[in-house]
T-cell receptor, first 114, second 114 residues
Framework: AQSVTQPDIHITVSEGASLELRCNYSYGATPYLFWYVQSPGQGLQLLLKYFSGDTLVQGIKGFEAEFKRSQSSFNLRKPSVHWSDAAEYFCAVGAGGSARQLTFGSGTQLTVLP | DAGVIQSPRHEVTEMGQEVTLRCKPISGHNSLFWYRQTMMRGLELLIYFNNNVPIDDSGMPEDRFSAKMPNASFSTLKIQPSEPRDSAVYFC????????????FGNGTRLTVT
């Protein structure tokens, strides 16, 4: 069975600073990896996904993530954080080649200081 | 595209009462998922449907929980009788079901059982 670990429960950064959110996964085959963002009172919105090919994936809102098989990681990055990026971020791994069997990490809460 | 629509947004009920949560998936999506989100357990998949048929209900916590999808545009999640430990945010999500298609989430129903 697959699993996802997000080691950082809460991260605080200043507006304009760079951001990296960590995600480690465990899965026996090629993983299907996702990052979702959840704003207060909202559902989860897909930021980006990785299935195959280029290991650096671009997403919406200026986010990117890099798949590193050797480290079993799929870290999310943004070069310059905006106040509107404050939210909770979830990494997820899918099995079976679809989103139907997603396992979510526990989430990282991002606070952005002015 | 109206997105996944859930109702009600908030539900407060007393222990022992029946609760029904509703979901309208995105038109054309043939897979529907019910998730539960709590602080303690994070996001848990309860059940998912494909073409209105329940495929995997192994995440349904107890017999008090039941879900139906009578047609392609409507699903319900029912809890009877409800208990305080059922308090959580319940999300519905849908996907077109194509390989590599991500989940689209609704805004959730926040359930409080007193």
């Amino acid at each position: 069975a697959q699993s996802v670990t997000q080691p950082d429960i809460h991260i605080t950064v200043s507006e304009g600073a760079s951001l990296e959110l960590r995600c480690n996964y465990s899965y026996g085959a090629t993983p299907y990896l996702f990052w979702y963002v959840q704003s207060p009172g909202q559902g989860l919105q897909l930021l980006l996904k990785y299935f195959s090919g280029d290991t650096l994936v671009q997403g919406i809102k200026g986010f990117e993530a890099e798949f590193k098989r050797s480290q079993s990681s799929f870290n999310l990055r943004k070069p310059s954080v905006h106040w509107s990026d404050a939210a909770e971020y979830f990494c997820a791994v899918g099995a079976g080649g679809s989103a139907r069997q997603l396992t979510f990490g526990s989430g990282t809460q991002l606070t952005v200081l002015p | 595209d109206a997105g996944v629509i859930q109702s009600p947004r908030h539900e407060v009920t007393e222990m022992g009462q029946e609760v029904t949560l509703r979901c309208k998936p995105i038109s054309g999506h043939n897979s529907l998922f019910w998730y539960r989100q709590t602080m303690m357990r994070g996001l848990e998949l309860l059940i998912y449907f494909n073409n209105n048929v329940p495929i995997d209900d192994s995440g349904m916590p107890e017999d008090r929980f039941s879900a139906k999808m009578p047609n392609a545009s409507f699903s319900t999640l029912k809890i009877q009788p409800s208990e305080p430990r059922d308090s959580a945010v319940y999300f519905c999500a849908s996907t077109p079901g194509f390989y590599n298609s991500p989940l689209h989430f609704g805004n959730g129903t926040r359930l409080t059982v007193t």
